[in-house]
């Protein structure tokens, strides 16, 4: 079942905009990441941060976790073209299985030039 | 470095048929899945492996079978192809399982008539 759920489904913004996406989950964790992909392409990792971590940033990139209300949001500033595509938060679960990552449906993202 | 690979990229099996998604990395990960990707589902779990020897179903396990015999490969097998398995398949691999970036394949997009 799916674990993390993106919101909104569908983001369309002008180039020079910020962009920001917001992941909920259901379960505890000990860690989420962000994940690009490409149209037809596979996934790409962007970030990832700790349960015990509130804030990271990476490049134009900046990811809160707020882990009592179990949800997550991914910034992109200043958005460009390149932009364009669908973003993924991931978590894996803190009960000690192996089990992998459990991705949400996505944010499809379209920068307008 | 070639990372993740995947073959073949596309596919057409008629129903019934049977095929090997294969899967290398080359990055001596121990940890390896496959997930599939349907539309507005994201990526569900399939099967993965803690490392050779070892595999585990996923989420949704039922007409694939795996095994890892060697750290660089993890095969997918559909025994009976079905329609319901139209889907692009993705493989992963990661130092250690969630707790650290997953490397994508690029993926095999598979057509079942």
């Known amino acids: 079942s799916q674990q993390g759920e993106e919101d909104p489904q569908a983001l369309s913004i002008q180039e020079g905009e910020n962009a920001t996406m917001n992941c909920s989950y259901k379960t505890s964790i000990n860690n989420l990441q962000w994940y690009r992909q490409n149209s037809g392409r596979g996934l790409v990792h962007l970030i990832l941060i700790r349960s015990n971590e509130r804030e990271k940033h990476s490049g134009r990139l900046r990811v809160t976790l707020d882990t009592s209300k179990k949800s997550s949001s991914l910034l992109i500033t200043a958005s460009r073209a390149a932009d364009t595509a669908s973003y993924f938060c991931a978590t894996d679960g803190s009960g000690g299985g192996a089990d992998g990552l459990t991705f949400g449906k996505g944010t499809h993202l379209i920068i307008q030039p | 470095n070639a990372g993740v690979t995947q073959t073949p990229k596309f596919q057409v099996l008629k129903t019934g048929q049977s095929m090997t998604l294969q899967c290398a990395q080359d990055m001596n990960h121990e940890y390896m899945s496959w997930y599939r990707q349907d539309p507005g589902m994201g990526l569900r779990l399939i099967h993965y492996s803690v490392g050779a020897g070892i595999t585990d179903q996923g989420e949704v396990p039922n007409g694939y079978n795996v095994s890892r015999s060697t750290t660089e490969d993890f095969p997918l097998r559909l025994l009976s192809a079905a329609p319901s398995q139209t889907s692009v398949y993705f493989c992963?691999?990661?130092?250690?399982?969630?707790?650290?970036?997953?490397?994508f394949g690029q993926g095999t997009r598979l057509t079942v008539v």
């Open positions: 992963a691999s990661s130092y250690h399982y969630g707790l650290t970036e997953a490397f």
